[in-house]
């Protein structure tokens, strides 16, 4: 499902003067942002980009922004089905999904704290995911995972070597990001439930698909299970 090529073939893009119908296009002229037209609503139509070229695509997923989305949302996941949905019939580099990793220590009624959580990884592994973890901190008796530093170096030092960049986030730390893989030529879509997401990272984006408008899509079938094993006696 993935791609190890990195070599990029001729970016397809139009300067954007020559893209009248992206409604949420901004130009970078000399380092500064002059807005051909903003729209903070988000797209409604259940296809993301059908009608465009969209070339070679990358996806950088934020775990636990996502779960959050799922959470308000009501649904659960099926992690192939995004995947599908968000390549969209386009050629896929890379899929990234960054997740924090619960490394607490065992206590007498939880030998294994996270089994399920590496089983789970580890089905994304097999499935057409690059996953990226990173050690859960606690902040204020709370565990909370900050993988944004990853996915921007991610997102920038792939930028060569793909044409679309889908971003399932609505952290607005990772507009600096967004904007800087933008002024080299690479289109990016943010995907995300609109009332978790910044609105200067909705600016800086060339699309926004509000989770809300395509779950129908992604959710995973009430009865069916994904049949995640834990890895006691397994190695990632």
């Not at 386009?90 to 990234?96: G, K, Q």
Request: proline share 3%; hydrophobic share 35%; net charge positive.
């Amino acid at each position: 499902m993935t791609n190890s090529s990195f070599t990029k073939g001729k970016n397809s893009y139009h300067h954007q003067a020559e893209e009248p119908h992206l409604p949420t296009k901004i130009q970078i002229k000399n380092g500064s942002k002059n807005e051909v037209s903003r729209q903070r609503e988000p797209r409604n139509d259940v296809s993301i980009t059908n009608d465009l070229n969209r070339g070679r695509v990358a996806i950088f997923i934020d775990g636990a922004n996502l779960f959050q989305a799922a959470l308000q949302l009501g649904i659960e996941i099926d992690y192939l089905k995004l995947l599908c949905r968000l390549t969209a019939g386009s050629r896929l580099l890379r899929a990234f999904f960054y997740t924090g990793v619960d490394m607490s220590r065992p206590t007498p009624t939880r030998q294994r704290t996270n089994d399920k959580q590496q089983g789970f990884l580890f089905w994304m592994r097999r499935n057409g995911y690059r996953v990226v973890t990173k050690e859960l901190q606690v902040t204020d008796n709370n565990k909370k995972p900050n993988l944004n530093v990853e996915i921007a170096v991610d997102m920038i030092t792939l930028a060569p070597h793909y044409d679309t960049a889908v971003l399932v986030s609505g952290d607005g730390d990772l507009a600096y990001a967004v904007n800087a893989v933008s002024s080299t030529g690479v289109r990016v879509e943010v995907v995300s439930l609109r009332t978790m997401t910044n609105d200067c990272l909705i600016d800086v984006a060339d699309y926004f698909i509000d989770l809300d408008s395509i779950k129908q899509y992604i959710q995973k079938d009430s009865h069916l299970g994904y049949g995640y094993r834990t890895l006691s006696n397994s190695n990632l």
